[in-house]
């Protein structure tokens, strides 16, 4: 290996003398000059003592959730061009891992993704569309290691109690069902399982695992033939599930990966004396600015050098949600656009390329990584056939902070620092260099490949001249790329003029284009025994609440467009299912969403089986404008029509006014809504908005 690799350098270096001189660009002139020169802090990388801890990969989490909703109506090729920025290899982020939700039918931050199993007797594997997100990856990289977790469960396996624990082999028998399904359906195998969800309740507030629920899933597992699949646990913190192991053999055998959410890079000596695999299994979920790719670029070396942790997972994939949601634009790239079809590639993207794009799961740290003198860090990984790979980060704090935890003030100054390369490393000759600065726009550079380093004649030493907020990859790879496609369309509001009468056969998603179910679950419906006008509808599918993860509201609701409508009229064809208590409404200014769902305000418009209607000034619908009782029943079709203008709104019932100059003072702007009242199902047809901003 050695051997080739010093035939192709020494093939290159006669192709590119000119470039080797130093006349390539101002920026990479230092670089090759410092090959010979060697300046500053020493640094030596060694493979002689052996090696670290293995490589994992990196990747991004789909879900936890509803964090893909919009990708998947955009239109083609922009589609296509953003899934291969995330995961074609050496393009763009090139990710190893994608992490998916196991929809559970509950608000997980930024909506709910659907459950493949509503209720006990109920199993569908085309629900949602994290299935089809997961082939696209494998079609893109058939090497992508897929995990799963969920984060909520529907309220059947509770057994009337908010807890998926009551039934331990019932819980199981759910998540292992997905895992087979998966394989049965979708030929997706499945190589991590994730078993505790975490929980959020106004703040972030973990719960605790069950042991037992954990041993009972591995034999479950083992059970189906699916010893391969590993278990990640807890999800959460390194505490207490590291001590539960250290204190039980069982349960030490049965889980493969410690896998803590945003741990600062730092992790426990009880989790490293498990002597178990220990992963960052959700981080950063940081606005996806250049301080967002700083915080992602330095978490990604000292997760390792301050943590042992051979995995990083970011939160989120891509920020396709509607921005105004909980944690707006915190995927790695932004795609929440598909009636544009626009999209950017955002540039933690490009940080995450210079580890993924020249780094595999199966290769090996270093033992020789750690900080620099001056600020920084550098970590160095190899695959033990004579590549190797370093990436060195300069992040400033001020560009660096990521939204949680809170980040200590440390100080990032210009430095030259010599790497030294020993052992079977110092038979390297060449070092292709990629370089990205992030900060001030003038000085802003994006995953740019600059002239080698040469090392023939240095003794396997060269010196790098480091400023802060700068990221460096030095490889023996030449395969790296900064993919490119075409500009995407220009950035469009959402249409002022839109409908939906829900009218396809054969849908390929369950959920229709554009709504964002905040709780509960709207799906393409057909009246099997209604072959007229309304034989195609949207459905809200769940009767019992879920086991949830945040705080749900108690009505279901599903959002739509744009947040800045002030001025709309809202229609839609409404059908309650439920006698005497069922009930359903169309709203809009709605001004919250996600995790803060229970407390949206807005104009809402309810009718209900009874005979009642009601005008509310908010979802629970404590701030009542209007009341009164019309003519409506369940079983029967009706269309209500919402006008809202300044400070005034008005309500139809099949064309006729029946409340009018209601005086409304907040909230100014949000979305359109449907919903029903509790979760009860209930059918929508022929939505139609008319919006002015």
Same mark, same amino acid.
């Given at each position: 290996?050695? %051997?080739?690799?010093?035939?192709?350098?020494?093939?290159?270096?006669?192709?590119?003398?000119?470039?080797?001189?130093?006349?390539?660009?101002?920026?990479?002139?230092? %670089?090759?000059?410092?090959?010979?020169?060697?300046?500053?802090?020493?640094?030596?990388?060694?493979?002689?003592?052996?090696?670290?801890?293995?490589?994992?990969?990196?990747?991004?989490?789909?879900?936890?959730?509803?964090?893909?909703?919009?990708?998947?109506?955009?239109?083609?090729?922009?589609?296509?061009?953003?899934?291969?920025?995330?995961?074609?290899?050496?393009?763009?982020?090139?990710?190893?891992?994608?992490?998916?939700?196991?929809?559970?039918?509950?608000?997980?931050?930024?909506?709910?993704?659907?459950?493949?199993?509503?209720?006990?007797?109920?199993?569908?594997?085309?629900?949602?569309?994290?299935?089809?997100?997961?082939?696209?990856?494998?079609?893109?990289?058939?090497?992508?290691?897929?995990?799963?977790?969920?984060?909520?469960?529907?309220?059947?396996?509770?057994?009337?109690?908010?807890?998926?624990?009551?039934?331990?082999?019932?819980?199981?028998?759910?998540?292992?069902?997905?895992?087979?399904?998966?394989?049965?359906?979708?030929?997706?195998?499945?190589?991590?399982?994730?078993?505790?969800?975490?929980?959020?309740?106004?703040?972030?507030?973990?719960?605790?695992?069950?042991?037992?629920?954990?041993?009972? %899933?591995?034999?479950?597992?083992?059970?189906?033939?699916?010893?391969?699949?590993?278990?990640?646990?807890?999800?959460?913190?390194?505490?207490?599930?590291?001590?539960?192991?250290?204190?039980?053999?069982?349960?030490?055998?049965?889980?493969?990966?410690?896998?803590?959410?945003?741990?600062?890079?730092?992790?426990?000596?009880?989790?490293?004396?498990?002597?178990?695999?220990?992963?960052?299994?959700?981080?950063?979920?940081?606005?996806?600015?250049?301080?967002?790719?700083?915080?992602?670029?330095?978490?990604?070396?000292?997760?390792?050098?301050?943590?042992?942790?051979?995995?990083?997972?970011?939160?989120?994939?891509?920020?396709?949600?509607?921005?105004?949601?909980?944690?707006?634009?915190?995927? %790695?790239?932004?795609?929440?656009?598909?009636?544009?079809?626009?999209?950017?590639?955002?540039?933690?993207?490009?940080?995450?390329?210079?580890?993924?794009?020249?780094?595999?799961?199966?290769?090996?740290?270093?033992?020789?990584?750690?900080?620099?003198?001056?600020?920084?860090?550098?970590?160095?990984?190899?695959?033990?056939?004579?590549?190797?790979?370093?990436?060195?980060?300069?992040?400033?704090?001020?560009?660096?902070?990521?939204?949680?935890?809170?980040?200590?003030?440390?100080?990032?100054?210009?430095?030259?620092?010599?790497?030294?390369?020993?052992?079977?490393?110092?038979?390297?000759?060449?070092?292709?260099?990629?370089?990205?600065?992030?900060?001030?726009?003038?000085?802003?550079?994006?995953?740019?490949?600059?002239?080698?380093?040469?090392?023939?004649?240095?003794?396997?030493?060269?010196?790098?001249?480091?400023?802060?907020?700068?990221?460096?990859?030095?490889?023996?790879?030449?395969?790296?790329?900064?993919?490119?496609?075409?500009?995407?369309?220009?950035?469009?509001?959402?249409?002022?003029?839109?409908?939906?009468?829900?009218?396809?056969?054969?849908?390929?998603?369950?959920?229709?284009?554009?709504?964002?179910?905040?709780?509960?679950?709207?799906?393409?419906?057909?009246?099997?025994?209604?072959?007229?006008?309304?034989?195609?509808?949207?459905?809200?599918?769940?009767?019992?609440?879920?086991?949830?993860?945040?705080?749900?509201?108690?009505?279901?609701?599903?959002?739509?467009?744009?947040?800045?409508?002030?001025?709309?009229?809202?229609?839609?064809?409404?059908?309650?299912?439920?006698?005497?208590?069922?009930?359903?409404?169309?709203?809009?200014?709605?001004?919250?969403?996600?995790?803060?769902?229970?407390?949206?305000?807005?104009?809402?418009?309810?009718?209900?089986?009874?005979?009642?209607?009601?005008?509310?000034?908010?979802?629970?619908?404590?701030?009542?404008?209007?009341?009164?009782?019309?003519?409506?029943?369940?079983?029967?079709?009706?269309?209500?029509?919402?006008?809202?203008?300044?400070?005034?709104?008005?309500?139809?019932?099949?064309?006729?006014?029946?409340?009018?100059?209601?005086?409304?003072?907040?909230?100014?702007?949000?979305?359109?809504?449907?919903?029903?009242?509790?979760?009860?199902?209930?059918?929508?047809?022929?939505?139609?908005?008319?919006?002015?901003?």
């Amino acid at each position: 290996m050695a %051997l080739s690799l010093l035939a192709a350098s020494r093939q290159r270096r006669g192709q590119v003398m000119t470039a080797a001189a130093g006349s390539a660009g101002s920026t990479a002139a230092p %670089l090759l000059l410092s090959a010979v020169l060697a300046l500053g802090s020493a640094y030596v990388l060694d493979d002689s003592d052996g090696l670290g801890r293995e490589f994992d990969g990196i990747g991004a989490v789909s879900g936890g959730g509803a964090t893909s909703r919009l990708l998947v109506n955009y239109p083609e090729p922009y589609r296509s061009e953003i899934l291969d920025y995330l995961f074609k290899p050496n393009f763009g982020a090139s990710l190893h891992i994608l992490k998916v939700e196991i929809g559970g039918d509950g608000q997980t931050t930024d909506g709910t993704e659907p459950s493949h199993m509503h209720y006990a007797l109920d199993e569908n594997y085309f629900r949602g569309y994290e299935w089809w997100l997961m082939k696209e990856a494998k079609k893109r990289n058939p090497d992508i290691i897929l995990m799963g977790l969920p984060w909520s469960f529907p309220g059947w396996l509770g057994k009337g109690f908010s807890w998926p624990y009551v039934n331990i082999q019932l819980t199981a028998y759910y998540v292992v069902s997905w895992i087979v399904g998966a394989k049965h359906y979708h030929d997706l195998d499945i190589d991590y399982i994730g078993v505790i969800f975490d929980f959020v309740l106004q703040i972030w507030n973990e719960r605790t695992f069950d042991i037992g629920y954990i041993k009972a %899933l591995r034999k479950m597992l083992d059970s189906h033939g699916l010893q391969r699949v590993k278990i990640i646990a807890s999800d959460n913190l390194w505490e207490p599930i590291s001590s539960s192991m250290l204190m039980d053999p069982e349960l030490l055998q049965v889980v493969d990966v410690i896998g803590a959410h945003y741990p600062g890079t730092h992790t426990l000596q009880n989790a490293k004396m498990t002597k178990k695999k220990l992963w960052s299994s959700e981080d950063f979920s940081t606005f996806n600015n250049d301080v967002g790719a700083g915080c992602w670029a330095r978490i990604l070396n000292q997760n390792y050098v301050n943590g042992c942790m051979t995995s990083t997972i970011a939160w989120n994939l891509v920020a396709s949600y509607y921005e105004e949601l909980p944690y707006g634009r915190s995927g %790695l790239m932004t795609a929440q656009e598909p009636w544009s079809g626009h999209y950017v590639v955002e540039s933690p993207i490009w940080a995450s390329a210079h580890t993924t794009q020249f780094t595999q799961p199966g290769w090996y740290y270093l033992k020789t990584v750690g900080h620099l003198e001056k600020g920084g860090s550098y970590v160095a990984l190899t695959d033990g056939l004579g590549n190797l790979t370093i990436i060195i980060e300069t992040m400033s704090h001020k560009h660096s902070r990521c939204i949680r935890p809170l980040v200590p003030y440390y100080n990032v100054s210009q430095q030259l620092a010599t790497f030294v390369l020993k052992g079977s490393l110092s038979a390297i000759p060449e070092l292709q260099v990629w370089y990205s600065k992030l900060g001030k726009p003038s000085e802003k550079s994006l995953f740019k490949q600059l002239d080698s380093l040469w090392l023939l004649d240095s003794n396997g030493t060269f010196t790098l001249k480091l400023q802060e907020d700068e990221l460096f990859t030095l490889t023996t790879l030449t395969t790296g790329c900064k993919g490119s496609c075409p500009l995407p369309p220009k950035s469009q509001p959402f249409p002022p003029s839109y409908k939906d009468n829900f009218n396809i056969d054969y849908p390929f998603f369950s959920e229709a284009p554009n709504f964002a179910d905040q709780t509960g679950v709207f799906e393409y419906y057909m009246n099997s025994d209604d072959p007229g006008a309304h034989r195609f509808t949207l459905r809200q599918v769940l009767n019992q609440r879920p086991i949830t993860w945040a705080a749900d509201a108690d009505n279901t609701i599903s959002i739509i467009g744009d947040y800045q409508w002030t001025n709309v009229t809202i229609s839609c064809d409404v059908y309650i299912e439920t006698p005497e208590k069922g009930g359903v409404y169309i709203a809009g200014r709605v001004n919250k969403g996600g995790i803060w769902i229970r407390s949206a305000s807005g104009v809402f418009f309810w009718i209900f089986a009874n005979g009642l209607y009601r005008v509310t000034g908010d979802l629970a619908g404590w701030i009542i404008y209007s009341s009164g009782y019309v003519e409506v029943t369940a079983k029967k079709w009706y269309t209500l029509t919402l006008t809202i203008e300044g400070h005034s709104c008005s309500g139809k019932l099949n064309g006729k006014s029946l409340w009018e100059n209601i005086h409304v003072i907040f909230p100014q702007n949000g979305w359109a809504a449907i919903g029903t009242h509790s979760f009860q199902f209930a059918q929508f047809d022929n939505f139609h908005v008319e919006a002015i901003r």
